[in-house]
């Protein structure tokens, strides 16, 4: 065809591709099945799958829309297990979202390009580079939390958006809308990330139809709507007052049983509120800047560079820097593109990116994130974590404009390798021929650079470490004993192991952290011990007889419970004497600025060891760190396993415990038990490609020393194959870790 002869075509398609964006839904849905978790992880995905499970309250403010789907999915048959199941969930609705932002990128591109093969191109480029980002990527393969049915709804809710538009006057324009309201309140019932479109949402309207917002019928509509979409939050009360074992909040003012009158009370209200708007956390205020906006932006970018590679030990930094320019500046270029392309729908797009970056950043107001600007080390605050799952929605939908910025680049080189005039309507464009489309394709190949760059950090196929630690922390402790715990990652996993795989359900778990509230010690309370599953049991505990206590380990009425302070000032030690006619010489705590004394969840612990003590075992988790130390227990502590053991009196060297340099008193022959005949997460740790998550290294850590105490211990006792053999387990793990150096260290 001659430059001079032009192609006219007689109308545009403007149908969306749904058939095409299923397709590459399905194929990011296989991408996370391959890569998909066969079990629970750290941090938060323990407690979520465990409470969905049991139909339970998570953390607040409970996300009850996340609980009812993450039930349902429970007990569904896709899948071996009820952690995978929940795990699918995450997976689905990440692939529906691609499938969104596919849709979007092709419509985007219709009023430019003839053909629909094209716009689909664009639309698969979408598809595949938000679902391969590092952060959308690994929390689709293992449920941690809510964020990726937050992700699919507002995917959804912006295609819906887009679509009203195009045609703002259309007979299902007013509907659309009511249903983007409905499915807003909906959203924030699983999590308050349901309402970041609803800006978008609102700039769009006031710009395209602003009269919308005169009628009244219509946004009394949506109003309702919203507050239909918030209708699972009824379930909390309601849910709480039959009290499952997972109850945090404990959103009713019923203390024993279901009933009206302590359901419609203010104190159920009250507790509902309090949950509901999650004061516990305590976030300061907005205007109180924790540290500066730039700093804040910072932590945003160091989450930014890890989309496209994420690169955990720091050995290709340069590359991963150059690749999240080249996102960054792709992404800025398709914003431009969707600017001059589709001005309409931009109106909503555009200030759907603003508001999940520099808002939502804002509004969060986070410290340093627990890997920015490492140079500072702690002399700046940081989170205990990295964050970079809050900003799960804006590397997603930031993929729309890196397709759209990467196929604007190809159909510009491919314009210069060769194009033909086409006509459109009152336009003509030159449009580049298929052989010049063919020529500039590897140019595409950018594309798939998350796909190879990120398999080995995101994927999470045959992990099952996590729910190993909590089997193995669990059987190092006595039958129906009470283990002392600080925190999520020593905590979540064992409430799965319990309430989900059924292991070592009478132990009772004593988390710090959430002692420090009253509804946490109610449960104690309330909660019966669990029988001791002998039959599958340790061995190194297999040669006793153990009674099932018959009341809980701690002798406190709820009242007495919850009039517990929060703190009280010690100027001096005091001694504890248990009900068994012990005694112990408690040290004075520093809770900072200057303050020493002991915290609510301090008193418990010594609540139970007065009342319970020693015929209810009591142990200390050792990622509890110095904790039993600090309260003056050091001397009376015996290392079991991954637990310390608390003994009435000191103890002295016998034919098993020994006392080692750097540990204090160790049980080698129970310990050697439970590393040989119980433990199994040696096995899968060792299998583990790295250790990306460096804030939760620890838990692999205890294994290491373990590993190098048990080994000292045997060498000791004159048992040298025994040592070398339990030595090269704990290099195995370190090696599958990347804790060679730490293990070296123990030697």
Known sequence: MSATTSTKLAEIDYRPSYGAAAIAAALVFVLYLLTLSPSTAMWDTSEYIAAAFTLGLPHPPGNPLFVLLGRFFSILPIAPNVAMRVNILAALCSAVSA????????????????????RRFAGALAALIGSTAFTVWAQSVVNEKVYTVSLVGMAIVAWLAVRWCDDPDGPKADRILVLIAYLSGLGYANHMAGFLALPAVFIAVLVIRPRTFLRYKLVLAGLLAIVLGMTPFLTQPIRSAYFPRINEGETT??????SADCTFSKLTYDRFMYNFNRTQYGKPALTDRQIPF?????????????????????????????????????????????????????????????????????YMNFKYGYSQAPELGDAVPREVRDRDYFYLWSFSAWSVWVALGLFDVWHRIAQMLGSDPVQMGAETFDVPRKSSWMAASPLLLVAIIPLFANWSTASRHGQTDTRDFAHDLLESVEPYGVLVTVGDNDTFPLWYAQEVEGIRQDVTVLCTSLLNT????????RNPIRPYDKANGPPAYADRIWTRPTKAPISLTYTQSDSVPPAVALGAPQELKTMSGYTFNIQPRDLGGGYHG?????????????????STPVYFSRTDGTYPDEMGFGNNLITTGLARKLVATPPTPSATIIKLSNEGWFDVATTYSLWTKTFDAPKSLARRNGWADRPSVGIPYVYVRTGALLAEGLMQEGRKDEAQKVMATAQR???????????????
């Open 99 to 118: 499938g969104m932002w596919f849709l979007i990128a092709e419509r985007v591109l219709a009023g430019w390009l003839p053909r629909r093969w094209q």
């Open 253 to 258: 003012g019923c203390i024993t049983k279901l």
């Open 294 to 362: 730039t700093a804040q932006v910072g932590m945003w970018w160091t989450y930014f560079r890890w989309q496209w590679l994420r690169d955990a030990n720091g050995t290709h930094a340069a590359a991963q820097t150059l690749l999240a320019w080249v996102f960054l500046l792709l992404g800025l270029l398709g914003g431009w593109v969707h600017w001059q392309r589709d001005r309409k729908s931009f109106w909503f797009f555009g200030p759907l990116i603003f508001t999940v970056t520099l808002v939502l950043i804002y």
């Open 518 to 525: 009253d509804w946490y010690t109610r449960q104690l309370i």
């Open 598 to 614: 002991l915290e609510r969840a301090d008193l418990f612990v010594l609540y139970i060891i007065r009342d319970a003590f020693p």
């Open 733 to 747: 793990v370190a090696n599958g870790t990347g804790l060679a150096d730490l293990l070296a260290a123990q030697q």
